[in-house]
């Protein structure tokens, strides 16, 4: 996986305010040159216009959800399949409508109900989607790397829905959107990730990310769930789990001095279970994110969460449903940013 | 006038005074009027005939913005070359009086593409359009209710509008067919 463009420069985010003035002359959004992609499949190897390019189109997107019909025919005779072989509401639901609000027709796979059960290989299966002529096949798998097979044998534009511990691209693209959009801007924010970081793959987009966006991201959790690779360390032999270069930081409260977001993961209980906990109560003593805490934070801080929430283990419930709560916003902007997703895949294929 | 240019900054300015006048006339004022300017170059001329309004009718018409890549017919044959550019109207559009503004009409392909684009926001009660220059060759039945001026083009011309807010300097240009 290249590694190139990390930190580059360029490309104009819309903010608010310029939506709130008078309507400008708009140029073309930043970064139209710079889209070459047929896949999504990870964030690793995008450069900061690409990122840019990909926030801007969203706020086009939330435009026309705004809209009292927010209904567009721009990938009209489209076909968007989701296989997804993992439980998941948020993600497959906006991805289903992100299509349907762009006028594709969406399809959805499901691994219980469907030939998966009777035993059908990932392939054989990406081999059945591309027969019945999808333009893209939205993949969530629990084998890290499964949506790069896929997208050999496709044929079709594949967007990774999550794959194992390893990627989440849409969802680090809607929480750096859900960051911009309300801070105005993500370079230069300091941003803590807290929990579970060696296990998550929301985790390990949002490095790229937000690194590539030029924030100063803190890595925070008990060396137990601290993937190996990270601060310079353990990177020879580890080329795989190789990670852009963040702060690493055990402690929360010194983690959270003075930051712009906190973001806190979901801890998954079978950790306990596996040992790399030694109780649930006692990981959320250590690394809770809530009211006490964020009152290191900057006054303006925000905190964001992937979802769905351990409400009393990883963030209280008091601050998850708080006003420094972004999380229902990002489930909101998760439509718009896989709308512009699909439609930067996609357009170009559809048939007039 | 250079060779080529089929209306000056003296031409451009009198058409969007005279279509002003007109817009004001027909609509016995100003009131519920919304003018669209369509993304481009149709956003500039929206607002200088807002401009001109207020000059002689003391009343502000609140302009909007609309891109219709979203809603082009033509997308797989453009594309990875459309920009879209962001929509902004300024109000709700229901029952009101929508005057669509661009700089060219042509084939009236995204007129259309305009019309529904509009309706998807509200249900107007009317909508009318305005253009600086009509070039004919329409493949829809759609026409204009204001023009700036009607040139006589073949298709194989390029008809190039130039606005002091987009290019610098106000003209449109017609240049000859690639034969």
Redesign the interface.
Known sequence: MAKNGRGGRGGRI?TAER?AA????????AG?GV?QRRHLLDLDDFSAPEIELVLN?T??MK??LA????????LRGTTVVTLFYEASTRTRASFELAGKV?GADVINVSSSGSSVEKGESLIDSVRTIKAIGADALVLRHGASGAPYLAAREAGCAVVNAGDGWHAHPTQALLDAYTIHSRLGGVRGRKVVIVGDIAHSRVARSNLWALTALGAEVTVCGPPTLLPVGLDGRDRDGADEWELPPVRVQHNLDRAIEGADVVMALRLQRERQEAALIPSLREYSRLYQVNAERMARARPDAVVLHPGPVNEGIEISAELAHGARSLIEEQVANGVAVRMAVL?LLL?????? | MPDGVVMSADDVRRAIVRIAHEIVEQHRGSRDLILVGMQTRGVPLARRLAAAIREFESADVPVGALDIALHRDDLPARGAHVAIRPSDLPQDIAGKRVVLVDDVLYTGRSIRAALDALIDYGRPQRIQLAVLVDRGHRELPIRADYVGKNIATSPRDDVAVQLDETDGVDQVLVVGGRD
């Open positions: 819309a939506a008078a309507p400008a002359e708009a140029p073309p959004l139209e889209w189109t706020d086009v435009e026309v809209r009292e019909v927010p209904r567009v025919p721009t762009l439609y357009r170009g294929r559809a048939p007039a």
